[in-house]
């Protein structure tokens, strides 16, 4: 469609560009490239430090961070500190950022202009027609497209907080389940050595005629199961030391990294929260997320609607010449608009509705699985804490007590030397298990603190 002059409709394109490019901005990229947000967040609820080296000197500040963390025995907030370093998997994630501000940037940016040239010349007449479009359907909608890209990099970045507590979550429980391995194969080397000492008391008994064949077999098989039991300590070590190691960045899986003496001791006292759910549901970053992504499909189901029958839509000032070279142009505007005879839009907002429904149905069953992970971990927390005090304040003192007046009785010449043997494995593989109710409780408190910052990783 074409106009033989048409300044005014020139002067309203004109206007409706300067207007938008006032609403975008000038979009460019930001000194921190949306990180400090990050930084913020993992500071005030891990309280910890993460940062993302995109320099040299950067990069060898945190090297020499993380070298002189790894020089003495780790305890376990100062492996959550290497993780947040030194994991490259989660450095890999803060590239998201950069990727969605790359395309924050490139929506503040007005769409290219389209130059379109037509020329036919016969005996000296020309048909000449020059012209200079821009998509007005995109240039009306980059406000829109602008906000979205906001909302989207805000996105990323809980997005990435989330993948910062994940990682915290896993490097504590590592941790705690390599100190417990470790302490662990100690104790089984323990009941080893007092399976060995009666395996040869036994065999010179054997030997002197002193004892029989079964129960020198019985002893026998002691120390086997013990043997036995060495090596599964000593392949949970292995394990937990690589699991420990590749969380921490390490790249050496041989490489051995130091612990503390011994797990944490268990608290006094827990304080049970009744609120504990309700606080979960409003500071979770992923309900918080998964809230921001139905609002902004329920954005896009709107601007869906309004544009249902428009999809594509350029204008521009044209000039065209008909004849010779001497003939003047003649100037006007050309409009390109595709009739939706055909195809009217409406499979579009249905997909729009589709996407918008299969997101609050995603949503409500978000927030459930949210209230029974905080309850259970809320539950693991209590009954682990309960179990390990237990063990802490009956089993082990009660074993004890029966080690001491076995001593006594053996001294008394009321027992034999195996029956001590005995005892004395059962005391270590008492302490065993207290050192594992521990664990436990250590791990479940891990969780639950993650459990009110985001859900568990996939």
């Known amino acids: 469609m074409r106009a033989t002059s048409a300044p005014s409709r020139s002067l309203r394109v004109l206007a409706l560009v300067c207007g938008v490019a006032g609403l975008v901005g000038c979009a460019t990229f930001s000194k921190d490239g949306g990180f400090d947000a990050v930084a913020d967040a993992t500071r005030a609820r891990l309280g910890r430090e993460t940062r993302w080296p995109r320099s040299a000197e950067e990069l060898a500040k945190n090297d020499a961070e993380v070298a002189a ?67 007005v359907l995109s240039l009306a909608t980059a406000p829109y497209v602008h906000a979205t890209a906001k909302r989207r990099f805000a996105q990323v970045q809980s997005a990435v907080i989330i993948q910062v507590a994940q990682v915290a979550e896993r490097t504590r429980t590592a941790y705690y389940i390599a100190l417990a391995a470790r302490d662990s194969l100690h104790y089984a080397w323990q009941v080893k050595d007092a399976a060995q000492t009666s395996t040869e008391l036994s065999h010179r008994m054997l030997s002197a005629g002193n004892w029989n064949r079964v129960d020198q077999a019985r002893q026998q098989s002691f120390y086997w199961r013990g043997m036995q039991d060495l090596a599964r300590a000593e392949l949970a070590d292995v394990t937990a030391q690589s699991n420990l190691g590749r969380l921490l960045g390490i790249e050496d899986p041989r490489t051995p990294v130091q612990l503390a003496e011994h797990l944490p001791e268990l608290p006094q006292n827990i304080v049970d929260r009744p609120d504990l759910v309700q606080t979960a549901m409003q500071g979770r970053i992923d309900l918080q997320l998964m809230r921001a992504e139905l609002d902004e499909l329920a954005r896009r189901l709107n601007l869906t609607k309004a544009t249902r029958f428009v999809n594509v839509l350029d204008a521009g000032p044209t000039r065209v010449r008909e004849g010779t070279r001497e003939d003047p142009y003649q100037k006007g505007y050309e409009v390109s608009l595709e009739v939706p005879l055909f195809d009217t839009g409406g499979a579009r907002v249905h997909k729009a509705e589709a996407f918008y429904a299969e997101a609050v149905q995603r949503y409500a069953q978000a927030a459930i699985d949210a209230r029974a992970q905080v309850y259970q971990a809320a539950a693991d927390f209590r009954l682990t804490y309960e179990m390990a005090v237990r063990e802490r304040d009956e089993m082990v003192p009660l074993q004890q007590l029966v080690a001491k007046q076995d001593l006594l009785r053996y001294n008394a010449s009321q027992i034999s030397v195996f029956d001590l043997l005995a005892d004395a494995r059962a005391k270590i593989t008492s302490v065993d298990d207290y050192i594992r109710s521990v664990r436990d409780f250590w791990i479940a408190k891990s969780h639950l603190d993650a459990a009110l910052i985001a859900g568990p990783p996939h």
Request: charged letters at 20%.
């Open 69 to 135: 963390l790894l020089a003495h025995p780790l305890e376990a907030d100062d492996a959550v500190q290497i993780a947040l370093l030194n994991n490259h998997e989660l450095q890999a994630s803060f590239q998201e950022l950069g990727i969605s501000e790359a395309d924050l940037v490139q929506s503040g940016r007005l769409p290219n202009p389209r130059f379109t040239l037509r020329h036919s010349s016969a005996n000296g007449l020309y048909d000449i027609e020059e012209t200079l479009t821009l998509n």
